[in-house]
């Protein structure tokens, strides 16, 4: 008895070198490049390090770099709010309007009658392979004062806007630009009044959230297209045969049947709109008037430009902690239906499974 | 198993910080001698363009053969990331352009050595530039070069307007007219970024300054008086910052005739003669308010404080900041010399360039203290704007932010 559990057990172990054995490569490289700079990053958020030497080497100092932005006021209490007042109305209109769009192109593209299906797919997913840098030099020109935007809208009789040099918020432009009401001015959340938090995304803002929906439409249109090519022919025959027609085909055969997609796009779609940085620092490092500074943007900026290493860390784990709340809502809303109350069962059922295939096995 | 997982995760641990703090260039094929020590100097610049870089590479090379010791000149596409990077690995390149920015975070973290009084051509620098460079009575570094700036006129426009040599501003009331009668449909009289990096010279003419030893003054009554000169002249029509017009600087706006002055740096006459060279213009200097007043911006050689040859490193930055070699930069990228010895030499190969060169005898230097850069930023991101805000009021703003700065 006692002999064959020796052996069985030499023969575990031996399984589990050898598993380990596979796995260590990529167990080391993403300790290497992942965990360790995490690590260190969070010690940094709660360290004095001032940037020489090796980080370990230096102070705990408690929470006091994610005070100085979110609890102290002043500069760096008002730049955190902007950001995160910038990014908020970002994410609000990209997301959705990416989702729609890309939806919206991969039905176009998937439909039969279409001809040069190729064409078109390569056409819409351009923009997604084209490195972010160019774009952002390329939007520049697009819409600079006397560029190609305002030139086409004033044939249409349009006066167009300094776009990247606009930082009036486009709620307020609505509103006719009025001055702020006393009661707005004067209460005031990380910094900023509520009058300017209510302002929308800036003009240059605009012209920003136009181009995240341009350049990642054509990725999201193939996720979807993946996803409409897995349903079947049998599907939209038997719809019809019930006598539905096009637009409920869609609306209650099509979409449901994509919503693991959808959650996949917009998951992706809120992890990527809070990260935003490529554009800002290739534009202008958040002017005008500080509308397109972004969290990612400023935690770079304090930690290689004003050298509060601390707070820069700081900043980009308070990021995280966004881009999971906003993930975990977002989960929430899309997420609670049959679908999901069908795993729900699923997961009760499964320790039973296990019990199962253990009685089986013995 | 969960011990041989901890034990793995500490011998990365181990890898990792081991690859921070070990010195894979520990030369044994180089052995220090007695005599000289010969370990390469690197050398981090944040390069303007080809010109520069190839003008560095060859000093440090001219250097290399007079000295017998090896030099090697890194270009770094973001000079603050790449030269943090070296800080925080204990291996920074030996030599590197510092901006008056940087130079207090990397002063105050001892990332810098102050070399400043072991120079051998330590009083040839201008006062102005050492005072950039020094903190608490100590000169960290040499200044490596300088700019001013100047009023910068399109000479065909002016001649247009009817003007003449005779009608070059030298108070603010004639700025005023010129560039009124400047202005036509489609261009201003003069144009200058939303910044307190041009703003800031009309401050300084006005006898005001952001920071007087030590002390935010932003919102003293001098400045506030300056600043509503500026905004009047915004207002008028005949003033426009860069921005405004569609373009992305002074030179830009010149370049394209979208302003007929602006007030810029020696560095346009580089951007003029590779992109709008077909532009005749003229540098004069500043217009004063109660005194002559204008900006200098400069850079300095830091001297890292972990390098392992300083003392040739320092001898390296007295060749490169040598008479000779200033006016070799000169000629090839444009900058201006920042030891006075180099002074008649450049005005006799560079005579359009003397106004630039006349500034440097009242030009102010911004506040570089830990966090004022930030401040600056901020204050920079409410000037564009002036036109419907309260000057006093923008300046209050940063005044609070400046007095937070400077604790």
């Known amino acids: 008895m006692s002999a064959t559990n020796v052996t069985n057990r030499r023969r575990t172990f031996r399984k589990d070198a050898v598993g380990w054995a596979f796995v260590a490569p990529c167990v080391i490289i993403l300790g290497v490049f992942l965990l360790i700079p995490i ?203 019930d006598g539905a027609n096009g637009w409920q085909r869609f609306w209650h055969v099509t979409l449901p049947m994509l919503r693991p997609t959808l959650f996949t796009v917009i998951t992706l779609g809120t992890i990527g709109t809070w990260q935003v940085f490529d554009q800002i620092y290739v534009s202008g490092h958040g002017s005008p008037a500080k509308t397109t500074l972004t969290p990612a943007f400023l935690s770079y900026q304090s930690a290689f430009v004003d050298q509060q290493w601390g707070r820069g860390a700081a900043t980009s784990f308070v990021l995280f902690a966004i881009i999971i709340v906003f993930t975990i809502l977002q989960r929430m809303v899309t997420g609670s239906s049959d679908l999901s109350k069908e795993k729900r069962q699923r997961k009760l059922l499964r320790p039973l499974r296990w019990l199962k295939e253990k009685q089986v096995a013995s | 198993m969960k011990i041989k997982l901890a034990i793995a995760g500490l011998s990365v641990l181990a890898l990792a910080l081991g690859g921070c703090s070990d010195d894979p260039s520990g030369s044994p094929s180089n052995p220090p001698s007695a005599t000289l020590n010969t370990n390469t100097i690197s050398i981090l610049i944040g390069s303007s363009g080809q010109a520069e870089t190839d003008a560095v590479k060859k000093a440090a090379a001219d250097w290399s053969t007079l000295s017998g010791i090896p030099t090697e000149v890194i270009v770094a596409s973001d000079l603050n990331q790449e030269a943090a990077q070296g800080f925080a690995s204990g291996q920074p390149a030996d030599l590197l352009y510092v901006s008056t920015d940087s130079l207090a975070g990397w002063t105050a973290n001892g990332s810098l050595e102050a070399y400043g009084s072991k120079l051998s051509n330590l009083s040839d620098f201008y006062p102005g530039l050492r005072e950039a460079f020094t903190i608490d009575g100590t000169l960290i570094a040499a200044p490596k070069d300088f700019s001013t700036l100047a009023l910068v006129i399109n000479t065909r426009l002016w001649e247009e307007a009817g003007l003449s040599d005779a ?109 709008y060279s077909d532009v005749a213009y003229k540098a004069v200097e500043l217009p004063a308010g109660v005194q002559k007043g204008t900006l200098q911006f400069t850079n300095a050689w830091g001297l890292s404080a972990d390098g392992d040859n300083k003392d040739n490193a320092i001898k390296l930055v007295e060749f490169l900041t040598s008479t000779d070699q200033q006016l070799a930069f000169a000629k090839a990228f444009g900058v201006m010399p920042s030891v006075i010895s180099a002074s008649d030499g450049y005005r006799a190969q560079f005579p359009q360039m003397s106004a630039f060169l006349l500034g440097a005898d009242y030009a102010q230097n911004l506040p570089s203290a830990t966090g004022v850069a930030a401040t600056i930023v901020d204050f920079n991101s409410t000037l564009g704007q002036l036109k419907d805000s309260d000057p006093k009021a923008l300046l209050d703003a940063f005044q609070t932010n400046l007095e937070a700065a400077l604790g």
């Open chain 1, 39 to 241: 690590l260190m990053a969070a010690w940094v958020s709660v360290s004095d390090w001032t940037g020489r030497g090796s980080p370990l080497a230096s102070g705990f100092v408690g929470l006091e770099n994610y005070e100085s932005f979110l609890g102290k006021g002043g500069l760096p209490t008002k730049d955190f709010g902007l950001s995160i007042r910038n990014n908020a109305y970002y994410f609000v209109f990209v997301v959705p309007l990416q989702t729609v769009l890309s939806l919206g192109l991969a039905v176009l593209v998937n439909r039969k009658m279409l001809r040069a299906k190729a064409f078109f797919k390569t056409a819409f997913y351009f923009p997604s392979v084209t490195s972010t840098v160019a774009i952002t030099t390329l939007w520049t020109f697009l819409f600079s004062a006397t560029g190609a935007i305002n030139a086409m809208l004033e044939k249409l009789s349009v006066d167009g806007p300094n776009w990247f040099n606009d930082p009036r918020g486009i709620f307020h432009l609505m509103l006719g630009n009025p001055s702020a009401p006393p009661g707005l001015k004067q209460s005031e959340f990380l910094g900023v009044s509520l009058w300017d938090w209510l302002s929308g995304p800036s003009v240059a803002m605009c012209a920003f959230i136009v181009m995240a929906v341009f350049t990642t439409s054509g990725t999201f249109m193939l996720l979807f297209l993946a996803a409409l090519q897995t349903i079947g022919e049998e599907t939209k025959e038997a719809a019809l045969v």
């Open chain 2, 167 to 275: 009608d070059y501003p030298t108070t603010w009331e004639q700025l005023e007219s010129v560039a009124a009668k400047l202005t036509t449909d489609g261009r201003v009289g003069l144009a200058f970024g939303a910044e307190l990096q041009r703003v800031g010279v009309f401050l300084a003419q006005n006898g005001g300054s952001v920071v007087a030893n030590g002390t935010a003054t932003a919102n003293s009554s001098a400045n506030v008086a300056a600043l509503t000169y500026v905004q009047n002249l915004v207002s008028s029509g005949s003033a426009a910052f860069a921005a405004d017009i569609g373009a992305g600087w002074g030179g830009e706006a010149l370049g394209k005739e979208l302003a007929a002055m602006v007030i810029e740096g020696n560095w346009i006459t580089g951007a003029m003669s590779s992109d």
